[in-house]
């Protein structure tokens, strides 16, 4: 069964560092997310991308946030300068299309588990 | 805005005991809503999903009824396994994005 995966699974940085966290959605997908998840709190939109675009995101998503898709099948999650409250559990998910009156299944990868120190 | 509202936990079990996972939603217009459950371990799975009022999910020997009028969709189980711990995560797909509870870990003892 086809899959989406991401790596690594735990990343650990020191505040003011780069990170990218990568994901590599199912292949025929369309649509790409990325969501968190900070310990003992719910988790929570980031992003959505579409036809090589943003085409949602949330107030959580500032400026030290981009997303990209390098080449045909990855999908990356940067943070410029990582801060101690970004430390969380990063989930990408990947769906073949949405709509307001079909919802179709998101597929969530295993998550990485970002650690600022 | 859009929101969901699940029980908390933990919640303990013995194996083959009823399990009910109470949920309920805030949303405008017609949203889906789904069950995603968490193994240890493991990335968030789409237990079962109800894309329309008095629609009913189920996998796996669970069910979710979608409940327009008191705007629920209780998760259950009549006979929980030991392999059913996990986390539980009651989902809402509206306008906006996938609008999660705050999960519930379930954990069934032997």
């Known amino acids: 069964e086809p899959e989406v995966t991401q790596t690594p699974s735990h990343q650990v940085t020191q505040m003011g560092q780069e990170v990218i966290l990568r994901c590599v959605p199912i292949?025929?997908?369309?649509?790409f997310y990325w969501y968190r998840q900070i310990l003992g709190q719910k988790v929570e939109f980031l992003v959505s991308?579409?036809?090589?675009?943003?085409?949602?995101k949330s107030e959580i998503f500032d400026d030290q946030f981009s997303v990209e898709r390098p080449d045909g099948s990855n999908f990356t999650l940067k943070i410029r300068s990582t801060k101690l409250e970004d430390s969380a559990m990063y989930f990408c998910a990947s769906s073949e299309a949405i709509s307001q009156r079909v919802s179709y299944e998101q597929y969530f990868g295993p998550g990485t588990r970002l650690t600022v120190t | 805005g859009d929101s969901v509202t699940q029980m908390e936990g933990p919640v303990t079990l013995s194996e083959e005991a009823f399990l009910t996972i109470n949920c309920t939603y805030t949303?405008?217009?017609?949203?889906?809503l789904f069950w995603y459950v968490q193994y240890p371990g493991e990335g968030l799975q789409l237990l079962l999903k109800?894309?329309?009022?008095?629609d009913k999910g189920s996998n796996k020997g669970f069910e979710a009824t979608y409940r327009k009028e008191t705007t629920s969709f209780h998760l259950e189980k009549g006979s929980v396994q030991v392999s059913d711990s996990a986390v539980y995560f009651c989902?809402?797909?509206?306008?906006?994005?996938?609008?999660f509870g705050k999960g519930t870990r379930l954990s069934v003892i032997a």
């Open positions: 949303a405008t217009g017609y949203p889906s």
């Open positions: 991308f579409y036809n090589n675009e943003i085409s949602e």
């Open positions: 109800a894309t329309k009022a008095d």
């Open positions: 989902v809402l797909s509206g306008n906006t994005p996938l609008v």
């Open positions: 292949s025929n997908h369309l649509y």
